[in-house]
């Protein structure tokens, strides 16, 4: 399998770390979604957004829940990290939902910052988008059950919620910090300590000179 994008991307981050904690081999096709780099993600995704998957019989899946679903599947229900029904299912899909909104958000306000010129930022947008990415994470802070939020078990919830969590505080540390989500803090520094983790740096921070806090 080839994925395509960079760790820079939690998004792609996230499909990196579920293949290697399923044991699939994989390559990795570095690619940013901006600049020169655009125009052969287009190949992989219209959008020409990542991550991109491409399975060994040359098929393409894009778009970073749907790439694990199909890991899911090609994992089978004993190993996949999401449940395959019931409320256990909903309640997995409904973290991930408000993990990925308020990453989305958090992004958002991102590309605000860095991608439009300063006299254009809307700073009523961007700080909107703020307000969604706290809510969202100190709403998942207050949903963990010990050491996950399944309560005796690690699933796709965790994992994900981790590497959002761990972009959030290269990106933004002070903002992240004012957050105070112990419990996400602890489920992050754990989960970073394990080897998918480890092999999956999610490298540099902002250049330098841009400060959104
Ligand atoms: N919902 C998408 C989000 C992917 C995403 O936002 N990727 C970013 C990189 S972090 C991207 O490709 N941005 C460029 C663009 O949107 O044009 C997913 O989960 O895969």
């Not at 287009?42 to 778009?63: H, Q």
Request: charged share 25%.
């Amino acid at each position: 399998m080839k994925l395509v994008g960079r760790y820079t991307s939690p998004y792609v981050r996230r499909v990196a770390v579920t293949l290697l904690t399923y044991g699939m081999d994989f390559e990795l096709e570095e690619l940013l979604p901006f600049g020169d780099d655009k125009a052969e993600v287009r190949k992989f995704n219209p959008l020409g957004r990542i991550p991109a998957l491409i399975l060994d019989d040359g098929e393409t899946i894009v778009e970073s829940a749907t790439i694990i679903d199909c890991l899911d599947d090609l994992a089978g229900p004993e190993r996949a990290l999401t449940p395959p029904s019931g409320p256990d299912r909903r309640r997995v899909l409904t973290l991930l939902a408000v993990a990925s909104g308020a990453t989305d958000k958090l992004v958002s306000s991102l590309y605000e910052h860095h991608l439009r010129p300063p006299e254009m930022v809307h700073r009523p947008w961007a700080k909107m988008c703020d307000r969604q990415t706290v809510d969202g994470f100190q709403w998942l802070e207050q949903q963990m059950l010990g050491d996950w939020f399944m309560g005796d078990r690690m699933t796709q919830a965790d994992l994900t919620a981790a590497i959002f969590w761990q972009f959030g505080v290269e990106k933004r540390p002070n903002f992240f910090a004012r957050m105070n989500c112990p419990k996400l803090t602890a489920l992050s520094d754990r989960l970073a300590a394990t080897e998918p983790f480890k092999a999956t740096p999610q490298g540099e921070g902002l250049p330098k000179g841009i400060a959104l806090e």
